[in-house]
T-cell receptor, first 114, second 114 residues
Framework: QQQVKQSPQSLIVQKGGISIINCAYE??????FPWYQQFPGKGPALLIA?????SEKKEGRFTISFNKSAKQFSLHIMDSQPGDSATYFC?????????????FGRGTSLIVHP | KAGVTQTPRYLIKTRGQQVTLSCSPI?????VSWYQQTPGQGLQFLFE???????NKGNFPGRFSGRQFSNSRSEMNVSTLELGDSALYLC?????????????FGPGTRLTVT
């Protein structure tokens, strides 16, 4: 059972365009939603994160939109650049044993053409 | 500050053998988590250690085990390797996992089982 569904699996955009990646979850126990960026040969790196009491969070060209009632959240990358080409993972985390444990989406491979 | 380091970076083993992977967290980080990344299943949580105690464990068979030392370094062991264990094994560290803060990932160990 896939607890966090991510789409699309791959995405191609032109330089300067907007990249949008969507995620949906089922478990209402999730209360922390990070996005990770992974380049080939590297581990994932935290990009931006949001808690469910906020509907939107923006950091530079990256924005998370969160819809608690629909149990959906999305990542928008404005003015996409070739350097943004990477795999993006959404995650939903919940507390367990005193820690936050993430469940990851399957990832989106983003290619930004120059 | 040095990042999370994992050794070895690449490993080739034969089915039935066992393997030990090592992770050195960022200095001062007391929590270490392990993940398995495969094209088919994506990023999956293996286990998490904090102050030498396993606090959480993912849905993996008992062939997968780990431990954490007093200096926060961690090792994971996979016994009786199967072809399906071929994956990128990622280690991540954080200061306090209870704060849902940032996890810093290492570059991973690429394990190939033949």
């Amino acid at each position: 059972q896939q607890q966090v569904k991510q789409s699309p699996q791959s995405l191609i955009v032109q330089k300067g365009g907007i990249s949008i990646i969507n995620c949906a979850y089922e478990n209402t126990a999730f209360d922390y939603f990070p996005w990770y960026q992974q380049f080939p040969g590297k581990g994932p790196a935290l990009l931006i994160a949001i808690r469910p009491d906020v509907s939107e969070k923006k950091e530079g060209r990256f924005t998370i939109s969160f819809n608690k009632s629909a149990k959906q959240f999305s990542l928008h990358i404005m003015d996409s650049q070739p350097g943004d080409s990477a795999t993006y993972f959404c995650a939903a985390s919940k507390r367990s044993g005193g820690s936050y444990i993430p469940t990851f989406g399957r990832g989106t491979s983003l290619i930004v053409h120059p | 500050k040095a990042g999370v380091t994992q050794t070895p970076r690449y490993l080739i083993k034969t089915r039935g053998q066992q393997v030990t992977l090592s992770c050195s967290p960022i200095s001062g980080h007391r929590s270490v988590s392990w993940y398995q990344q495969t094209p088919g299943q994506g990023l999956q949580f293996l286990f998490e250690y904090f102050s030498e105690t396993q606090r959480n464990k993912g849905n993996f068979p008992g062939r997968f085990s780990g431990r954490q030392f007093s200096n926060s370094r961690s090792e994971m062991n996979v016994s009786t390797l199967e072809l399906g264990d071929s994956a990128l094994y990622l280690c991540a560290s954080s200061t306090d996992p209870g704060l849902a803060g940032e996890q810093y990932f290492g570059p991973g160990t690429r394990l190939t089982v033949t």
